[in-house]
């Protein structure tokens, strides 16, 4: 088992819909991150979170230290928010453990 | 402010070549991790280096896998004698302080390896 499981694998949904994505950890950590891969391949760190909830636009990140678990919301989504979604856990000094990623597919 | 380079951004290699691939860090950042991304998979941690010193890497295979962040100049990951199974893409991030996984790292854009 990963340490780092999100959920779903892959999400296609409509213009407007309210998106969830799910990561469940099962280790100690410091932190949790939310990245977002582009089609073309980069990498832009989303959210930092230690406790309880950020927003950020559109988006609004949680997290549950008790219950081990984070959530990645897109309110109003578009189809410029296509891309790969990924939670990497903070544990120790500095190293990031990744989830496999969540693939979202927006349609017009 | 330029964010974090990496080159090349593509990058082919016959089986048995060297692999060279660098990083420069935003500016005033002294930290820099490498991570590599599989096809198919997630991504992994390889290496976290400060200016001249290698912190943690304990993700970097034993063999044929280096890495440097000289005093001047970018981080170099460096594979000797490149098998298929390297064909990756690779990606460099930084952060101004290190030490904390609570630090937010800024990526490159990745050098995709390819090995022939």
């Known amino acids: 088992k990963n340490e780092v499981e999100q959920s779903p694998q892959n999400l296609t949904a409509q213009e407007g819909e309210f998106i969830t994505i799910n990561c469940s950890y099962s280790v100690g950590i410091s932190a949790l991150h939310w990245l977002q891969q582009h089609p073309g391949g980069g990498i832009v760190s989303l959210f930092m979170?230690?406790?309880g909830k950020k927003k950020h636009g559109r988006l609004i990140a949680t997290i549950n230290i008790q219950e081990k678990h984070s959530s990645l919301h897109i309110t109003a989504s578009h189809p410029r928010d296509s891309a790969v979604y990924i939670c990497a856990v903070g544990q120790g000094a500095q190293k990031l453990v990744f989830g496999q990623g969540t693939r979202l597919t927006i349609n017009p | 402010n330029a964010g974090v380079m990496q080159n090349p951004r593509h990058l082919v290699r016959r089986r048995g070549q060297e692999a060279r691939l660098r990083c420069s860090p935003m500016k005033g950042h002294s930290h820099v991790y490498w991570y590599r991304q599989l096809p198919e998979e997630g991504l992994k941690f390889m290496v976290y280096?400060?200016?001249?010193?290698?912190?943690?890497e304990s993700g970097m295979p034993k063999e044929r896998f280096s890495a440097e962040f000289p005093k001047e100049g970018p981080s170099i990951l460096r594979i000797q004698q490149v098998v298929r199974g390297d064909s990756a893409a690779y990606f460099c991030?930084?952060?101004?302080?290190?030490?904390?996984?609570?630090?937010?790292?800024?990526f490159g854009p990745g050098t995709r390896l390819t090995v022939l």
């Open positions: 979170l230690s406790s």
């Open positions: 991030a930084s952060s101004p302080r290190g030490g904390r996984a609570s630090d937010t790292q800024y």
């Open positions: 280096l400060q200016k001249e010193n290698i912190i943690d």
